[in-house]
């Protein structure tokens, strides 16, 4: 049976995927652009810098929620996994506990960059720069409903040892 923040999160893991591959596809092409003002018509495209800046700073903040669904942050768990189950859950609550405080840290001490962005707007863009800011409460705010939802998911076995993703690591 899979539980309600389970449901919420493979939405929000779908629509995540999304935007990450969205914002990925924005940057590479303001890049393009940016690099094709530069050697063709000689100057910088200004715009195009600060879209591939934006799009790189939002990819990274939310894409740290998708490598953390995925388990693909790195991790040194070569003491935990040779606790027993109830060192080992304790561990992972431990774990996750101070990951969530560093989180929530991030978030609490965004929100007076968010109230400056309101008044403040990009050189080039002109745009309000509450709309960046908002990645960091965001951003994290994902992150640690992925961070319980990992907690949940790896009750039974906190530290399971590495698969092999491929053939060649297999070997």
Wanted: glycine letters at 6%; one cysteine or more; hydrophobic letters at 60%.
């Amino acid at each position: 049976m899979i539980s309600a923040i389970e449901r919420v999160c493979l939405v929000l893991r779908t629509i995540v995927s999304a935007l990450v591959v969205l914002l990925f596809s924005v940057m590479l092409a303001a890049v393009l652009v940016q690099v094709a003002g530069r050697y063709f018509l000689n100057f910088s495209i200004a715009q195009a810098a600060e879209i591939a800046t934006f799009c790189q700073i939002w990819l990274v903040l939310l894409g740290a929620g998708v490598a953390l669904s995925r388990g693909q942050h790195v991790a040194i768990d070569i003491l935990p996994a040779k606790l027993s189950l109830p060192a080992a859950r304790v561990a992972l609550i431990g774990i996750a506990l101070v990951s969530g405080t560093f989180l929530a840290v991030l978030a609490w001490g965004s929100l007076p960059l968010l109230k400056l962005g309101e008044f403040q707007t990009s050189p080039s863009l002109r745009m309000p720069m509450k709309y960046m800011y908002a990645c960091l409460p965001i951003g994290a705010a994902y992150m640690v409903l992925e961070l319980i939802l990992s907690v949940i998911q790896r009750w039974d076995d906190p530290f399971p040892p590495p698969q092999a993703e491929t053939d060649e690591e297999a070997i």
